[in-house]
């Protein structure tokens, strides 16, 4: 089985076992989903340059206006927040405004947020429909003195955020053109997911028989679809006048700062056309985002369900814990795998010494970082990407 | 890398009133012995104290326990699916009024029926279903089977009025919200409003608001663990959830765990039984794993998968993975018990409260044994 190439964006990383790891100082990373971008119009243009101007100088923002907290000996708690707020509010990725649609046109928003202190804080938030930004939400819950809970969802979240006085909108305000497109689009071609009969989901005894993790029919349906030449699935929700957004994404942010404390978080919309009331990744500590200062900080993007059955982002802090490797080869490993099975994933992840890697097995990612040591921010879209 | 050094104290302090109590099947270091075909079950850890529990109530416990064992044995004896077996033994729990799952389930703060549940198979490709914030399902695990196996619903988690819909177009059976209310809950339920939680967010191992400096968590565990050494119940608010793994013929491990979640939760509050890795874990080729205790901290250390992380790479035995979780939980102040058992059949079912309702059957012998408190 061939393993797909896996794309890294990874600053040198210091040798940690022999002598005192070298600090980076205060770090920001974020990333605007992962999934099918392409490069090529339908038929054959490239995509207009200001398209990629407006995805880029959004991530710019985000990272600026986080890195402007971490500078000022801010938490990287806030500095997280401040930066999914950005993108949260850009209508040009799929979390807050701008967010996909369930199969019966509503929008359903959902986060998460985590600090990496021994007591392992963490907020949570789903199937939201009013709150205008879902990660300023699980922070509130996260941090609220009077309350011990962890996660909250539905009605019960909304009444929260209500009591809060944070901000609420009218469903309608999530709405955006391109996304409703591809909403109309995607619809009758999601179809059933075959992926579960051959997984051996549906319960027959060959469900031991794939011990060996060979799972030929849905790897060469996924490699299909990474083929250059296959323009077929491509052009499913594409719109003449958009390059085909993923239909996945999801924005996420992770940090560390001068106390060496980590936090992460991750907002999304889900997934185009998903069942209503289905919950992603995203909000689900351990999958979507983890954080733990003695190991790393991680926002992970891809196929949520593949995300929440391989437990994603505590797999790589679990690799560092007890196998001792670097967030970069923690994060790879894990990539790894869910290349193996077949699935889209991206990663950004860092240490507590700003060590970090960003890590995806598709044809592109929304990524990008910044130190507080130079203040560059540094925003990519497509693997060979390189700073203007 | 582990914080080990800072914690050993509390650790022996926590190991000596608080002993990690434990059920273990023998475990042979050479060649794995098969036992074969195992269910382990549990029905909720938590602060019940002996003198409270009469003679009569503990054998209906007791019973309740054993029928499910011997539902579970049933399937798993003729050949039968992991995954039947655990969720025919959930289902009897989640009937049963006594269980905090399904009937019997505790009340939200606004007094309404909130329940949960995920089941997940060991297989290479971690098949799972999950559900949350139902209120008319009656067997909330059945719903999360259908999400599992159901090729239209290419997802593993369904919440809310959707899910019920789902239920509903799927014909699980569905009931009025009232067919969940026991006297018992909606009695725990009042006593609990107004009380509140003596050390707020303290009491979940959270130090106070300097909590972002490290030490301070340090402090204020202490406090938290001194409650438990006296025995007393610092939230006046029961938890309780009911799981249960198998493994099966094949060498397929499965594991179902279902709740009501916490008494007078707030309403819209997603506890850790649904969340794949927290609650539940299922892995051939490490374990499988429910957990019950407090809820926020199982999502917060993802439990379940730490146990398997902790056989994956420490090649821990699942006893030792398993008593190594609890342990830790001790020393953050985290009541949890967990059931878990490898496709061996080598079971472990620690915990670190006053008792947690549990069993285990074989189908060597298929004699079902049910325990409450630690020295059953």
Not at chain 2, 129 to 151: E, S, W
């Amino acid at each position: 089985m061939t393993k797909t190439s896996c794309f890294s964006h990874v600053l040198p990383h210091s040798k940690q076992a022999a002598r005192k790891p070298v600090n980076h100082g205060p770090t920001l990373l974020i990333h605007g989903g992962a999934g099918k971008i392409v490069k090529k119009r339908i038929p054959c243009e490239e995509i207009p340059d200001d398209q990629k101007k407006e995805y880029l100088q959004a991530m710019k923002e985000a990272l600026k206006v986080g890195c402007d907290i971490l500078k000022r000996g801010g938490r990287a708690v806030d500095a997280v927040e401040a930066a999914i707020r950005v993108m949260e509010d850009c209508p040009l990725y799929n979390a807050g405004k701008g967010a996909v649609f369930t199969r019966s046109g509503k929008n359903e928003l959902e986060s998460s947020i985590m600090i990496g202190t021994p007591s392992h804080p963490a907020g949570a938030v789903t199937l939201l429909r009013t709150v205008k930004n879902p990660v300023v939400l699980a922070k509130t819950l996260m941090l609220d003195p009077d309350n011990y809970q962890v996660f909250l969802g539905g009605e019960g979240a909304e009444e929260y955020a209500k009591e809060k006085g944070l901000e609420l909108v009218d469903p309608s305000y999530f709405w955006t053109e391109a996304r409703w497109k591809e909403h109309l689009e995607g619809l009758g071609n999601e179809g059933k997911d075959e992926g579960k009969k051959r997984d051996g989901c549906c319960g027959d005894k060959s469900e031991s028989d794939n011990a060996d993790n060979s799972l030929p029919s849905y790897d060469d349906a996924v490699n299909e679809r990474r083929t250059e030449n296959n323009t077929k699935r491509e052009l499913v929700g594409s719109n003449g006048d958009w390059f085909y957004m993923n239909s996945m994404g999801t924005v996420g942010a992770v940090a560390v700062d001068f106390d060496g404390v980590i936090a992460a978080a991750t907002s999304t919309g889900g997934k185009n056309n998903k069942s209503d009331g289905r919950i992603g990744d995203s909000p689900l500590i351990g999958c979507g985002t983890w954080a733990d200062n003695e190991t790393c900080g991680v926002s992970g993007t891809g196929e949520g369900e593949f995300l929440i059955r391989y437990t994603l982002a505590r797999g790589i802090a679990s690799r560092m814990e007890h196998l001792n490797e670097t967030v970069e080869q923690a994060t790879s490993a894990m990539i790894d795998l869910l290349s193996k099975v077949g699935t889209e994933a991206g990663v950004v992840a860092l240490d507590k010494y700003g060590n970090f890697t960003i890590q995806y097995n598709t044809s592109g990612m929304f990524r990008g970082f910044i130190r507080v040591s130079d203040e560059i921010p540094h925003a990519y879209i497509f693997p060979d990407d390189v700073d203007d | 890398m582990t914080k080990t050094g800072c914690f050993t104290s509390l650790q022996l302090l926590a190991k000596r009133l608080l002993p990690c109590t434990k059920q273990t099947s023998t475990h042979n270091d050479n060649k794995p012995i098969n036992h074969g075909p195992t269910l382990v079950i549990h029905g909720g850890a938590g602060a019940i104290l002996k003198k409270n529990l009469t003679d009569e109530k503990r054998l209906e416990y007791i019973q309740a326990l054993k029928e499910a064992l011997n539902i579970g044995y049933n399937i798993l004896e003729k050949g039968g699916r992991a995954v039947d077996a655990v969720e025919a033994a959930v289902r009897i729990m989640e009937d049963s009024p006594l269980f905090n799952a399904g009937k019997g389930s505790v009340f939200t703060l606004s007094g309404k029926n909130e329940l949960e549940s995920s089941i997940m198979l060991g297989t290479p490709s971690h098949p799972a279903g999950a559900t949350t914030l139902l209120h008319t399902v009656k067997n909330p695990i059945t719903l999360a089977k259908t999400v599992l196996f159901d090729p239209e619903v290419p997802h593993v988690f369904l919440g809310g009025e959707e899910a019920e819909k789902y239920a509903r177009e799927q014909g699980l059976e569905t009931v009025d919200p009232c067919y969940f209310w026991t006297e018992a809950r909606w009695k725990q339920h009042l006593e609990g409003l107004g009380k509140g939680r003596t050390k707020g967010r303290e009491a979940e191992g959270y130090p106070n608001e300097n909590w972002i400096n490290g030490s301070e968590a340090e402090k204020n565990i202490l406090h938290y663990d001194a409650g438990i050494r006296k025995g007393e119940c610092i939230d006046p608010n029961p938890m309780g959830t009911v799981g249960a793994v198998a493994v099966d013929y094949d060498g397929v491990i499965a594991v179902a765990t279902s709740t009501g979640g916490r008494n007078n939760k707030k309403d819209g509050r997603i506890g850790d039984t649904p969340l794949i890795g927290c609650g539940t874990w299922a892995d051939n080729e490490t374990c499988g794993v429910s957990g019950t205790g407090n809820g926020e901290f199982f999502i917060r250390y993802v439990i379940a998968k730490e146990v398997a992380s902790r056989m994956e790479y420490l090649n821990e035995s699942v006893e030792l993975a398993a008593s190594a979780v609890i342990n830790r939980m001790s020393n953050v102040g985290g009541e949890a018990g967990v059931i878990a058992l490898d496709k061996y059949g080598n079971f472990a079912m620690p915990f670190n409260t006053q008792a947690m309702f549990r069993g285990f059957i074989r189908v060597s012998d298929g004699i079902p044994h049910a325990y409450i408190f630690p020295d059953d």
